[in-house]
DNA sequence: GGCCGTGAATGGTCATACCTTGTTTCGGGT
DNA sequence: ACCCGAAACAAGGTATGACCATTCACGGCC
């Protein structure tokens, strides 16, 4: 179904306690709940959609918003407005983690922190249920590393794939969507950080040690492995500087942290 | 400062990408990211900065939406528009997990597995870290728990207060928020679980042995205890149905999970 | 049969008016 | 002089209508 039929959508509940934009929310997420909208559906002309549930369009406009802001939903001028459809793994927009930590004044350490306890996490798991492709895959970006110690910007395209397949293979979506969410951030605050090429060398061994400890089914080799990596790479970078960010992206920030 | 400086807000630069709501959004952000805007700061009115940023006011407003959804404004009619102020630790809002997991199926043992990791990461480095007093506060709830034994509502209020000790022992607000994050879903869809007493004392228990292991700083045993205490608690619960809570709540989730 | 232009469809923006709800203030009563 | 209530004001919420900008598809043209 490309597109959402017309009958399942209904007039908004008078009941429905708050605003009516907030009405117009709580109606299509419960939508989305029940699996009448599925990712890939595109929802109904706004000015049409608007008559079926009884609001205005500014009103319709503002729930959409909403849904968008969260990643949920995402509007094309000319084409509609569609739920979105992920090619890849469920992610989660990075945006409400960079402006908390905009906010409390979070320091890049902490952030760092995180990730190293989700990126530990998701390698014990992935040491437990890595399948053979995984596997494969997790190699075959370890020897490309190894290919591209001359080469920084290929190098990081491995890397940053091999920590996507370990985050697959541990086998829980919600915990790789919220590693990504916190990579993300981190890698947006050092894009530009060049790299030696001795460190590219202790990075590939290091994400070797990883592999092997993931085909041995060795869970605490594997938490071991990643930190020692993790540990080791942050010493490579100036962390000490808070985080500020100045970017403008916008939309789901699908862009992954590499280590 | 309770209302923040007109000075500060300047007229929209055009060359910013995206739509004009957009570069509003880009606008506030990055404001806040340069600490010009501060949790509890008030806005000026819609008509106002509509006229300073030099955008008209639905167009403000969309702006304004969309950083409202992700949690970071809050707008009160009849009162105005704030920056969010937290009075606890920060937290982020579990909507757009939750959608995500609507969207993709997940199902509740594997919010539950990323819930275990999430809080097996905090109770090892609370073990590491957790301060006389914060100990002193574990130790209390545990002491309420077993005072609770016949009153299954006020267990369940210390229950979410240890862990959430437990998670502020950790130092990585962070961490505290995406677990919170999580909790909180599973929480909705468990809300109404009647406990029978000697499910309780055997909780009451497991708390314990997490707060002797957080009071020997042993990590390794404080990610243990919380394996064992969480692990038995799912055995104790129907958790074989999939994900799908059809509440209505909107805004940010800030109640917490407990077990 | 393929390419390009044109037009309908659709979201984005704007202006304006009015309603609902908090907040403040001012006046009368105690 | 203090307290309380009602009215005036302020600010966000909603509605209507119009116009602009972009996308996509259809159909004619080469």
Redesign the pocket.
């Known amino acids: 179904m490309t597109s959402a039929n017309v009958d399942i959508f209904k007039t908004l509940d008078p009941e429905h306690a ?6 117009v929310v709580t109606q299509l997420r419960e939508m989305i709940h029940r699996g009448e909208l599925r990712p890939g559906d ?9 008559k079926l549930l ?9 729930g ?2 909403s849904l ?1 802001a969260v990643g949920v939903l995402q ?7 569609f739920v979105v459809k992920s090619d890849g793994p469920p992610s989660l927009d990075s945006s409400p983690l960079r402006l908390m930590a905009s906010l409390h004044g979070f320091t890049s350490a902490e952030m760092f922190e995180a990730r190293l306890s989700l990126e530990m996490a998701v390698a014990g798991l992935a040491a437990e249920r890595a399948t053979g492709d995984q596997m494969a895959t997790m190699a075959e970006e370890v020897a490309g590393m190894y290919a591209s110690l001359d080469d920084p910007e290929q190098f990081l395209v491995h890397d940053v794939r091999f920590h996507q397949t370990v985050a697959a293979s541990s086998g829980n979506r919600i915990l790789t969507a919220l590693m990504n969410m916190v990579a993300t951030i981190l890698f947006e605050t050092r894009i530009k950080t060049v790299k030696r090429a001795t460190d590219l060398k202790e990075s590939a061994e290091m994400h070797r040690n990883i592999y092997r400890a993931i085909r041995e089914h060795n869970p605490e080799a594997a938490r071991d492995a990643m930190y020692d990596h993790l540990t080791r790479a942050k010493r490579a970078w100036d962390l000490e500087e808070p985080l500020h960010a100045e970017n403008g992206s916008n939309g789901n920030g699908n862009s992954n942290g590499d280590h």
């Open positions: 708050g605003t009516t934009s907030e009405g595109r929802l109904p002309p706004e000015r049409d959609l608007a009884g609001v205005s369009r500014p009103t319709l406009r503002a959409i918003r968008a509007s094309r001028q000319g084409a509609g407005t």
